[in-house]
């Protein structure tokens, strides 16, 4: 594949990766677990696709979340 000069100064391949694997997109659910102690709410986010593209994310593989987030 052929590089290109990113604008941080580093190098990436021409689908933007900086590995030159593909890029792989998860589609699906990501919610926010809301969780109240004393008073004092903490968010945490989450869902199966958000794990799934995190859990290709941390080796190296380039991954895009594609979902929705509402207000309900």
């Known amino acids: 594949m052929q590089e290109q000069a990113h604008a941080a100064g580093t190098r990436s391949h021409r689908d933007g990766s900086p590995t030159g694997r593909p890029r792989v997109v998860v589609i ?4 926010v677990d809301e969780v109240v102690v004393d008073g004092t709410t903490t ?17 190296g593989v380039p991954a895009t979340l594609l979902t929705s987030i509402g207000e309900d």
């Open 28 to 31: 699906g659910d990501a919610l």
């Open 43 to 59: 968010r945490h986010p989450g869902g199966s696709a958000l794990n799934v593209a995190i859990g290709l994310a941390i080796p």
